[in-house]
């Protein structure tokens, strides 16, 4: 069963990558092929992040639940909003979920078997989900435009629980001087350096760096949008 869709999606991946070949070369003449789905471009200036991409398409995951986490033919879980994703920590619910697969479902097809996968490509597509899922969440907090009117001092509170570690008000508030009352919000849940590619020279690998990035990418799949206009009408009164 899993090795038939594999080889099936594999068959698939390969025309679909001759295609790709072909079309490329007509691209600056031709506008793109309506319906047709380029799951592998752009290519990510982040190399981890782009080989974990690949490993989640080549594994077929895109062809039922989205390169982006959006089903595309309605007949897989949404993972963008699913609980399971949302309660993984490091892969290990991503992971069991794939080693046994979920056989019996109410959707037209049943979520296959990875039984074969090795623990490094668990992660990587573990990675990518929870990566795709930061951007996608992102997308849909900037497009409830202060709808909420944030509560001040739930925002404090928030800020205490979970930023105060790492960040005094006041630090944050000398970073944001910077920024246009507009861009506030992204600069909050989306701090430019998220969005950087990560160093891999070792010396700048520090781990306030690289417990940074993973708390923030925690952060961003995560929060609601209630915590989010609390925690911004809070950072307005320390601005
Ligand atoms: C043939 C289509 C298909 C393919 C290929 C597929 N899935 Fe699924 N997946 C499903 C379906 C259907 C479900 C929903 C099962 C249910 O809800 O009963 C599901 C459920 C899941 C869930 C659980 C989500 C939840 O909230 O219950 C995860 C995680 C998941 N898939 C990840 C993956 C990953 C990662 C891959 C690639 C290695 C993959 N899937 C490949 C169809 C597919
Ligand atoms: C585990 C530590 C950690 C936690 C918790 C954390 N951050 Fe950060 N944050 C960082 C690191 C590291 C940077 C990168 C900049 C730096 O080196 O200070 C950063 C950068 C930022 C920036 C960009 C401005 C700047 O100083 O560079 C903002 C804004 C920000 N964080 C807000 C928050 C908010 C709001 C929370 C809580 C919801 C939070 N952070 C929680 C570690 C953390």
């Not at 080549?58 to 595309?72: E, I, S």
């Not at 309660?87 to 039984?115: E, Y």
């Not at 925002?155 to 970073?175: D, L, R, V, W």
């Amino acid at each position: 069963m899993t090795l038939t869709w594999k080889s099936a999606v594999a068959l698939m991946l390969t025309l679909s990558a001759t295609f790709h070949v072909a079309a490329a070369q007509h691209e600056a003449a031709r506008p793109a092929e309506r319906g047709v789905i380029n799951f592998l471009t752009p290519i990510l200036p982040d190399p981890v992040l782009q080989h974990s991409k690949e490993t989640y398409v080549l594994y077929g995951c895109a062809y039922c639940h989205g390169v982006d986490l959006r089903v595309r033919n309605g007949e897989a879980a949404d993972l963008l909003h699913s609980p399971l994703v949302r309660a993984d920590v490091d892969g290990g619910v991503i992971s069991h979920v794939l080693r046994v697969g979920i056989p019996q479902t109410a959707k037209l097809s049943p979520m296959p078997q990875f039984s074969d996968l090795s623990d490094r490509e668990l992660a990587d597509i573990a990675r990518w989900i929870h990566y795709s899922k930061g951007q996608g969440h992102f997308a849909e907090l900037m497009q409830d435009r202060d709808v909420v009117v944030g509560d001040i001092s739930a925002g404090k509170a928030y800020f205490e629980k979970s930023c105060s570690m790492c960040h005094s008000p006041a630090s944050i508030a000398s970073a944001i001087k910077v920024v246009k009352d507009a861009d506030l919000k992204a600069f909050i849940i989306r701090p430019a350096f998220l969005q950087s590619t990560p160093s891999f020279d070792v010396s700048r690998r520090t781990e306030k760096a690289v417990t940074g990035r993973a708390k923030h990418g925690t952060l961003l799949e995560n929060y609601t949008s209630a915590e989010v206009a609390d925690l911004l009408a809070f950072i307005k009164t320390i601005k």
